[in-house]
């Protein structure tokens, strides 16, 4: 009864390469979020979905493509892999009542890219 | 450009203490403000949330807000070996049209609690 799921936990891939990672959430949730970690830790927002529709879409190379069938859903496709991809990535959830907007975490994937 | 600073310590308590954490902001427009905890290899795991200004209590934690000066805080007491973590502030801001909104985070702050 995992909240926020994501797989696979660890994705190791060559340069050129392209991959995905899904995020599932049975929280009921509206929102859904991708994050990057870098290797210093520091923990930054890629794209925001709300009910499906693009929100959020920070700076970004397009070679990230986030794609979300349905609200439980969004997933994150990865082209041409690059050295400086490789990080955690996680997704997250947030309901859409109140003022805080709480975001819950996925487990993370690890993606090392050689 | 958004920020959020916090010390990235290490920051080390001995244990029974107080531990305080301290996180600045840059944009004024900021609602939420919340605190996560991260284990090494673990994912961020929300603490707590704020976002009138004084003092939320729950349990051991005490989160802390002025806005007028930008400032956040965590207040761990009684700290436990188990406290020793990341902890990660971090700052929701609306964007244009409303919807859905992201965290912006600070760096973290490494805590250590001496047995």
């Known amino acids: 009864d995992t909240a926020v799921s994501q797989t696979p936990k660890y994705l190791v891939t060559q340069m050129g390469n392209d991959k995905s990672i899904k995020c599932e959430q049975n929280l009921g949730h509206d929102t859904m979020y991708w994050y990057k970690q870098d290797s210093k830790k520091f923990l930054k927002i890629m794209f925001s979905?709300?009910?499906?529709?693009?929100?959020i879409n920070e700076t970004v190379p397009n070679r990230f493509s986030p794609k979300s069938p349905d609200k439980a859903h969004l997933n994150l496709h990865i082209n041409s892999l690059e050295l400086g991809d490789s990080a955690v990535y996680f997704c997250?959830?947030?309901?859409?009542?109140?003022?805080?907007?709480?975001?819950?975490f996925g487990p993370g994937t690890r993606l090392t890219v050689t | 450009q958004k920020e959020v600073e916090q010390n990235s310590g290490p920051l080390s308590v001995p244990e029974g203490a107080i531990a305080s954490l301290n996180c600045t902001y840059s944009d004024r427009g900021s609602q939420s403000f919340f605190w996560y905890r991260q284990y090494s290899g673990k994912s961020p795991e929300l603490i707590m949330f704020?976002?009138?200004?004084g003092d939320k209590e729950d349990g051991r934690f005490t989160a802390q807000l002025n806005k007028a000066s930008q400032y956040v805080s965590l207040l761990i007491r009684d700290s436990q070996p188990s406290d020793s973590a990341t902890y990660l502030c971090a700052v929701t801001i609306m964007y244009s049209g409303g919807g859905a909104d992201g965290l912006t985070f600070g760096k973290g702050t490494h805590l250590i609690i001496q047995p």
């Open positions: 704020i976002y009138s200004n």
């Open positions: 997250a959830s947030s309901p859409i009542r109140g003022r805080a907007r709480e975001q819950y």
């Open positions: 979905y709300n009910n499906k529709e693009l929100i």
